[in-house]
C-alpha cells in the first residue's frame, strides 16, 4: 500500500481533534517547495500562484473523521456517549474504538434497537475510578481496526476523507516534480486541508470568508449507490443537502473528464460537502463538488477504488491549469 496514504489513514482525526493528521499533512507538505500556514480554526493551507481576483480557487478536503465523545462515566466505568458527525450507530456497536491517548475499547448496546443514547464504551475496567485514570468526559474516539490493499481496492477504516487530503498532496507533489513554476499560474490556488467538516464544515466557512476566492472545489467522499459505484471514476456533484453546484464549475469539471477521457458519474447526494458552507460566503462563490465513490461510508470497513483516487488526483490538477 502507498506509504503516504496508509499513514494519513491510521493518524487519529475526528472534529476539533484534527492535531494528528494535520501534522501528518505538514511533515509532506514541509518536504515540497511551497508555503503553508495554520490558521485559527486550524486548516492547513498551502498558496500557489498569483493574485487574480477573476480566477482565484479554493480546493478543500476535511481531514476530520466522524467519532464518539464521551459525555458521562458510570459507577462501573462505562463511557456513555454523543455521536460526532452523521454516521449510522449501528455501525459502531460491537466494533472497537480509539481514544486520541491511544486508550482502546468496545462500543456495546444495552438494547436490541440500537440508539445513540443506549450505547456505551467499555474500557474493560470494573469501576468508575479505573476509568477515569484512561479517560475523562469530553475526551473523543474513532474507530479502530486495520487497513489493507486487495487487489485494486483500499479497504479500511477513517477513509472519509483523508483520501480527498491524499490526493490534494499528490497534486501538489505532481505540481512540484515536473517543476512546474508555481508562480505561472494566472490566479491563486488555495489548498485547503479543513477541520470540523463533521460539525457543519466550520473550518471550510472560516477559510473561504479569509481567503475570498471566486470559486471552490469541494472534495469529500460518498456512499455508493446503483447509480454511483466503485471504480466507475470520479463523482461530480449536480446537487446535494446543502448545495446546488454552480453551472461553470459543474461544466469546467466535465469539460476535464471529457478533454482527458477521465471516466466520471454524477452524483445527486442527500448529505452534504464543506461546499454547503463555502457558497454562501461573502457575496456568494461558485463553488462545486467531486467525490470519491465509497462502499460502507463511515464503517469499519469502507472500500474505496485505487483506479479512482488516480482519476481523483488527475482531475485537482487538470482543473487547476484548464481553469488558468
Sequence with gaps: MDILLNKLAKAFGTSGHEKNIRLAIIEELEKLPVKYEVDKMDNVIVTIGKKNSDKDMMIVSHMDSVGLIVNFIDEKG????????????????????VFENGTVGRVCCKKDEIKIEDIYIDLFVDEKEEALKKV???????????????????????????????????????????????????????????????????????????????????????NTSDNFKIGQGIG?????????????????????????EIKSQYVFSKVGTDGGMIHKELCGIKTGAISLPVNYKNTLNEIISVNDIELLTKVIIKTITIHN
Design 236 to 260: 461530480i456533484h449536480v446537487v446535494d443537502k446543502n448545495l446546488i453546484v454552480h453551472h461553470e464549475m459543474k461544466e469546467l469539471l466535465e469539460n476535464v473528464c471529457k478533454d482527458d
Design 136 to 222: 475523562k468526559e469530553g475526551d473523543v474516539a474513532v474507530l479502530y481496526g486495520n487497513i489493507t490493499e486487495i487487489e485494486d481496492n483500499i479497504i479500511g477504516y477513517n477513509l472519509n476523507n483523508k483520501i480527498g487530503c491524499y490526493s490534494m498532496i499528490k497534486a501538489l507533489q505532481y505540481i512540484c516534480k515536473h517543476n512546474l513554476e508555481l508562480n505561472s499560474l494566472e490566479k491563486k490556488v488555495h489548498f485547503v486541508f479543513s477541520t470540523q467538516k463533521q460539525l457543519g464544515g466550520r473550518g471550510a466557512r472560516a477559510a473561504a470568508f479569509k481567503l475570498e476566492p471566486n470559486y471552490c472545489l469541494a472534495i469529500d467522499s460518498e
Design 78 to 97: 462505562h463511557l456513555s456517549v454523543d455521536q460526532i458527525g452523521n454516521f449510522e450507530v449501528k455501525d459502531f456497536v460491537n466494533n472497537l474504538v
